[in-house]
C-alpha cells in the first residue's frame, strides 16, 4: 500500500456517503487532522523519551495520543456526532491540562487558534453549538494562560524562546492545507450532488412520461378495444337474430360492421404491439443512411402508395446515428398519414434535409387536408384523434410513437401549416 492509498484509507474512516450527504466532507476533515496530530504527537512523545524530558510532559502529552486515538476510533464506528464533540471539547482541554502542568512554551497559542478554527468548520450550519465551542476554546486558552503567568513565575515563558516562531508558520500552513481541503470537499460534494439531482430530474421525467403513457392504456383498455368489441358483439347477436328470422339481406351488412370492427381491433393491436417494439428495442446505434431508410419504407408501403396514385419525392439525405429500426417507423408513419389525410389529386410528400452545424433538420412537406393550429401539440399524444374512424382509420398512436422516438434522441419534433395547403412535419436530431 503506498502512501497516496494510506491517506484514502484513513480520511475515509467510518465514511458512508450514502447516509451522510453533505456532512461526509466534516468528516473526512476530521479523520485527516487527528491522523495529522496523532502522527505529530507520536513523533514528541518519542522525542522526549530519546532526550529525557520529565515524565509530566511525556504523560499529558501521552494523553492527547489517546484522545487523538479515541476520536479515530469513534469515527470507525460511525459515531462522528460525538468523535466532532471529543475533538472541539475535550481535546483543546487535554491542550489546556498540558499547558497548566507544563508552564507552556510550546506554540499553545497558535494551536489553540487552529482548534478554534477547526470547530468553527465542524459545527458549521449548528450556530448552538459552533460559537460556544469557539468561546470554550478561547476560554481554555486564555485560564491556562493566565495560570502560568501567575502560578509558574518562576518557569521561563517559554522553554524553547523559538517555539512561537517555529510553530505559528506551520499552523498557517495547516490552516491553509485545511481550508484547501475543505473548499475541494465542498465543490467535490456539490459537483456530485448536481448530477445526482440532474440524474434524478431525467429519471423523474421518464416516470412521468411513462406514467402518462399508462394513463393513455388504460384508456384503450376501457374505451378503445371495448368499442370494437362491443360493435362485433352487437352485430353477431344480429345475425343470431336474423339467421332465425331468415332475413340473409341484413346478415349481410351485420358481416360488414363485424368485419369493420375486427379490423379496427387488428390495427390497434397492431400499433400497441409496434409501441412496445419501439420500447423494448435493444438494437445497437449505428450509421444509417436515411435517403435508404426513405427507399425501403416507399418499398414497403408500395401498394399504399399506388391505391392513393400518391408521389413521393426525396432529396438526398444524410447518414446519421441512430438505431434502423427506429427510423423505418419514424418514416412510415409520417409518410402514410401525409398521404392518408390528403384529397389532393395526387397526393404528395417531399422529403428534405438541411444540416447546421450538428443540427439536422429533416421536413416532411405534403399537400393534405392541413392541421388546424390549435390541434399542433395534440396530435403527438397517444390515441388522440381529430377524426372519426369512419373518416379516416386509425388509432392515434403514431404520432406519438414518432414523438417518442425522436425524445430518446433528445431531438423535437413538431408541425405547421404549409404556406401552399396542407401541412409540414419538422424534426430536429443532434447529429453528435
Known sequence: MNIKQLWQKITNIGVDEEHLGRSVIKVRLLNQLMFLTLTTSSLIVISYILTNEGWVIIATTSLNIIIEVFVLSLAYRQRHNAARHFSCILFPTAIAFNVVANGGGFGESNIFLA??????????????????????????????????????STTPNTINPYDEIITFPTILIALGLLIVIYQNEIKRYDKQNKLALKALEIKNNQLAQINSELEQFSYIASHDLKTPLRTITSHLGLIKWHIKKQNFEAIEKDIIFAQNGAKQMYTLISDILEYKQVSNNDEAIQLVNLEEVALQVVQQIDSFIKEKDAIIEIEELPSISVKHVDMIVLFQNILENGIKYNKSKPPKVIITATVIKNLLTLQFIDNGIGIDAIYHDRIFQFFKRLHRPDEYEGTGIGLGLCKKIIQNYNGKISVKANPTGGSIFEIELPIS
Do not use: R
Not at 130 to 144: D, E, M
Open 115 to 152: 482548534l478554534g478554527f477547526t470547530a468553527f468548520i465542524l459545527y458549521e450550519g449548528q450556530k448552538k453549538l459552533q460559537i460556544p465551542a469557539v468561546f470554550y476554546i478561547t476560554a481554555l486558552f486564555v485560564f491556562s494562560k493566565l495560570y502560568i503567568i501567575n502560578y509558574h
